[in-house]
């Protein structure tokens, strides 16, 4: 009986002694003690050098983009215009770009004018100053004329925005979604005027910070009054998004017969910091 129970003792040492040693055929056993850091250390290497080139990558790409950017906010339309005929493939790094800032907005300005023009008759012509990727005309049933200063997609024309190859009085519907952008904005609104049928709508999304007088930015009212002068009247204002504003017009019906000189307020450039 005593040698059976040494037996079983050393037999029971035996197992314990044997089960402190890791089992290689368990995975969880590979990321212990050294064995994990030399393989987190080797997972790193691997990892690092794509990581680093992803993040220049980004960081080169978003330089471009602000540096268009500025110049767009800071040039007068012809300028910009000359600028992408001269070099026209930085016009889709600038849409890249101003694709993955919109990636941040928990709305998008065009969503809810799409919605406004599917709300109303497709028979509609619309005209969108600054159309970018024509994603509107793309959204809706309308006839749209898609403007710009390249041609980013077939469909689009490609022009300054203040001397367009419409026709007068041939638009139901003028767009500036986030388009207001050169020093000249004023002649792009008095094109938009122009080619619109009496009580035609004009639709303008803007960056809120550019029409915040808090922060800078031109008066709302008076950007309003300016517009009023040119030739229209105030449909409705919608400053409830937190990131643009919004205003519906509309042509009046006959132009005031004194031409006077309407005071245009400055709008603040919108000039992204780096991330």
């Known amino acids: 009986m005593k040698e059976e129970r040494r037996n079983r003792k050393r037999k029971r040492g035996k197992v314990h002694r044997k089960s402190s040693t890791p089992a290689v055929d368990d995975p969880s056993n590979l990321f212990s003690g050294n064995q994990c850091s030399v393989s987190h250390m080797a997972i790193s290497k691997a990892k690092k050098p794509s990581s680093f080139l992803d993040k220049m990558k980004a960081r080169l790409s978003g330089g471009h983009f602000r540096m268009l950017n500025e110049k767009l906010y800071t040039c007068s ?18 849409h890249a770009g101003y694709q993955e800032q919109m990636l941040h907005w928990p709305e998008q300005p065009v969503t809810i004018i799409t919605k406004w023009l599917k709300d109303h008759s497709p028979s509609l012509i619309v005209a969108d100053f600054g159309c970018g990727d024509a994603r509107l005309a793309r959204s809706v049933k309308n006839k749209v004329w898609s403007l710009d200063l390249v041609a980013h997609d077939p469909s689009v024309i490609a022009c300054d925005m203040s001397n367009t190859p419409l026709e007068s009085s041939s638009v139901d519907v003028a767009v500036f979604c986030l388009s207001l952008m050169g020093t000249d904005y004023p002649s792009f609104l008095k094109e938009a005027h122009r080619v619109l049928k009496p009580r035609g709508w004009l639709l303008i999304a803007e960056v809120k910070s550019r029409l915040d007088p808090n922060t800078g930015g031109a008066d709302p009212n008076k950007f309003m009054k300016a517009i009023c002068e040119l030739g229209f009247t105030i449909g409705s204002k919608d400053f409830s998004n937190k990131m643009f504003v919004l205003f519906y017009l509309k042509k009046k019906d006959e132009q005031d017969s004194v031409d006077r000189e309407i005071n245009w307020p400055e709008l603040k450039p919108c000039i992204y910091k780096r991330r």
């Open 77 to 94: 339309g012809d300028e910009a215009l000359n600028y992408f005929k001269e070099n026209p493939e930085l016009f889709n790094v600038y």
